[in-house]
């Protein structure tokens, strides 16, 4: 097979070598770089496929084999760092990594202020409610009717939003 004839072939299989790529991950970029390394390595190889007439199975094998690779180096990669970070815990020690807690103090900061702007028993009962008393066990601590502590529960929540509301914008960065 000349060089021509296996170029326009390989091109000719690139629509049928991505669905096959899908099979493997549904990622975009993943699926361009096994079309990519499979073609590459045909290309290298093409000695070993002269003369076959299934061009499509053995793309499909050397795919198959560039996932099934870099799957496995992903796998010692994560395994090396675990193993890495449990000999440190052995130690006695903490993992070498220092968190920046500033933001979640910050964080904190405005939820103590916007708490402290309500009214005592709405703030007795919130942190109560926070603290994971159910609505009929805060009724009878408080002596209230349960739907007046659903109410108050909720305008609680209503006017912490509002306080908060600058954290509402970015969502995604907040949620943990």
């Keep these: 097979m000349e060089s021509r004839e296996l170029n326009f072939e390989l ?3 690139q629509k049928i070598l991505k669905n096959i790529a899908y099979k493997f991950t549904k990622d975009p970029e993943e ?3 096994l079309v990519q390394e499979a073609l590459v ?3 290298k190889y093409v000695d070993k496929f002269f003369n076959n007439p299934k ?3 053995w793309l499909y094998v050397i795919m198959k084999n560039v996932y099934i690779n870099n799957y496995r180096r992903n796998q010692k990669h994560y395994q090396f760092e675990d193993h890495q970070k449990a000999s440190y815990r052995i130690e006695g020690c903490t993992e ?3 968190d920046n807690h500033a933001e979640g103090k910050f ?3 405005d939820i103590q202020c916007a708490l402290k702007k309500l009214p005592k028993d709405y703030y ?4 109560k409610f926070m603290d994971g008393y159910k609505y009929r066990e805060l009724s009878e601590e408080f002596n209230m ?3 007046t502590i659903k109410t108050r529960i909720h305008y609680t929540r209503k006017f912490l939003q509002k306080q908060l509301s600058a954290y509402g914008k970015d969502k995604k960065r907040w949620a943990a």
């Design 11 to 13: 091109l000719k299989n």
């Design 31 to 33: 699926i361009e770089e």
């Design 41 to 43: 390595r045909s290309v």
């Design 55 to 57: 061009l499509v199975a």
């Design 96 to 98: 070498p990594s220092v």
């Design 107 to 109: 964080v904190m900061n």
């Design 124 to 127: 007795d009962l919130f942190i």
């Design 145 to 147: 009717p349960e739907g």
